[in-house]
């Protein structure tokens, strides 16, 4: 039997070296796994509350340009106007308002649990009765059929309204809302010592690199002229390979070793504290959008916050005196009792642009990914939905959704859409269900073998939306 041994490199599958006569045995370099290029992606992008409707939408539908974003909460997404898709006149299902009467929870938790599900809630825990479309599309699209990564950003409630996942009936999937764990969940971490976690999480160097001393000692040994000129064969063979790589858009899931040592360095005590939301947020995004274009995962979801609460926001130019709900409700109390906000029109939409600007570093990142002829983005559906409409009001009519994206050519780029025609939202016609069924169709999951049709609760109008195809 030959002996065996490991040349210690990166994490990942093992590749073996040649076998050499001199030694009489293998060895083994362990080199990162690289992702096959030009997988569809589903990732979705989370806001609470609701938003200033006066202003977060183009003055009219037609193509978007960025000058038809500017002077509008999303004016950020100006240079993305072309790989964007706005569709109006959503009502999301079940309904709000007690329109449908068998469909328990108030209008927050609705908000939460019926946006990515489509189903009711249960009566009795206010949790949603169904899978929701980023599990769902996970199952199906990641390889393992592992679960969908779900992050979060800042405080947010631990029941039905902190949650907009799930696995299943009544199985509400909690989402990481530490960036360090987040990482070392992501790089297979767990368990180690910290200083040996810090040596891998920050490693970016190649597999020869990693191994250098060792070949030196193997070269030293009293090899013959045929090995020797094997191992060095097999070294420019590696590299070759991970140029290769490279070049075909395979990409390394680890960070910067810079921007990891930065999230290694938050305080685990601090991560929830509004003072940390931005700064959490990115380092999140960042994470989220690595995992996504090197493979670890196909489909993430992003929850910034918690239905009927959220930060107080006092950065970037804000200096809010009162949270994100009580601002919805342009009131200085949580049950609507107080007195009314002055100026609270205008600083939900600071709000919504500042989340339009962590919305398009989402952008930024995954298009700093390229993947063939195109880039990590243009094979992905990046959604960015909301708990209500109006948050004054509470409303669950005239849903504001942003599609990033092509999904690879399956979804219209470029435009924004009214799918009511310019009729009053109160006519109903265009159930959000509708859009969850085009998103797991656009990103190739299948039903049967074939096309998804149904998503939701039982009864719902079937069929995706043919207005957002390409």
Not at 62 to 82: K, Q, V
Not at 335 to 357: C, F, K, P
Not at 422 to 439: A, E, F, K, M
């Amino acid at each position: 039997m030959r002996r065996r041994n490991f040349l210690r490199g990166a994490c990942g599958v093992a590749v073996a070296l040649p076998f050499l006569e001199s030694l009489g045995w293998r060895r083994f370099i362990k080199t990162a796994r690289a992702a096959e290029p030009g997988g569809k992606r589903l990732v979705v992008f989370f806001m609470c509350n609701g938003v200033n409707m006066e202003s977060f939408f183009p003055a009219a539908p037609g193509p978007l340009t960025a000058a038809s974003l500017m002077g509008t909460s999303i004016e950020p997404l100006a240079d993305y106007a072309g790989k964007l898709l706005i569709p109006r006149g959503m009502h999301m299902v079940p309904k709000g308002w007690g329109q449908d009467a068998d469909t328990p929870g108030d209008d927050h938790a609705k908000g939460m649990g019926h946006k990515l599900t489509a189903e009711a809630l249960d009566p009795g825990t206010l949790y949603a009765r169904g899978i929701s479309v980023d599990q769902r599309a996970a199952q199906e699209l990641n390889q393992d059929g592992s679960p969908s990564m779900t992050l979060s950003v800042g405080w947010r409630h631990t029941n039905w309204l902190g949650h907009i996942s799930y696995a299943g009936n009544n199985t509400p999937v909690t989402p990481e809302g530490n960036p360090w764990l987040t990482y070392q969940d992501l790089m297979g971490l767990g368990g180690l010592d910290e200083a040996v976690k810090m040596q891998i999480a920050t490693r970016r160097q190649s597999v020869l690199d990693l191994v250098e001393e060792e070949f030196k000692a193997l070269k030293a040994k009293n090899l013959s002229q045929a090995d020797a000129q094997k191992l060095e064969m097999h070294a420019d063979s590696i590299r070759d390979l991970e140029i290769d790589m490279v070049g075909n858009g395979l990409i390394e899931c680890a960070l910067d070793p810079a921007r990891a040592a930065e999230i290694e360095a938050i305080d685990p005590n601090s991560v929830l504290e509004d003072w940390q939301f931005k700064t959490i947020g990115l380092m999140q995004l960042d994470i989220l959008a690595m995992a996504v274009a090197c493979g670890a995962t196909s489909v993430g979801s992003i929850q910034w916050a918690s239905g009927s609460g959220g930060p107080i926001y006092k950065w970037d130019g804000m200096n809010h005196e009162f949270n994100h709900h009580k601002l919805s409700h342009g009131n200085t109390k949580d049950d609507n009792s107080g007195e009314e906000v002055a100026g609270y029109l205008e600083m939900l939409t600071q709000i919504d642009r500042w989340h339009a600007e962590q919305y398009r570093h989402l952008l930024d990142r995954l298009s700093s990914y390229s993947e063939g002829d195109g880039t990590v983005l243009d094979n992905s559906a990046v959604v960015w939905f909301n708990e209500l409409s109006d948050g004054k009001a509470h409303s669950y009519l005239d849903l504001p959704v942003i599609i990033a994206g092509g999904a690879g050519g399956y979804l219209k780029q470029g435009h924004y859409i009214d799918l009511i025609g310019g009729q009053d939202p109160w006519v109903q016609t265009h159930p959000h269900n509708r859009l969850l069924i085009t998103l797991l169709n656009a990103v190739g999951c299948t039903d049967n073998g074939g096309p998804v049709t149904q998503f939701g609760r039982a009864g719902l109008e079937q069929g995706e939306y043919a207005e957002l195809l390409a």
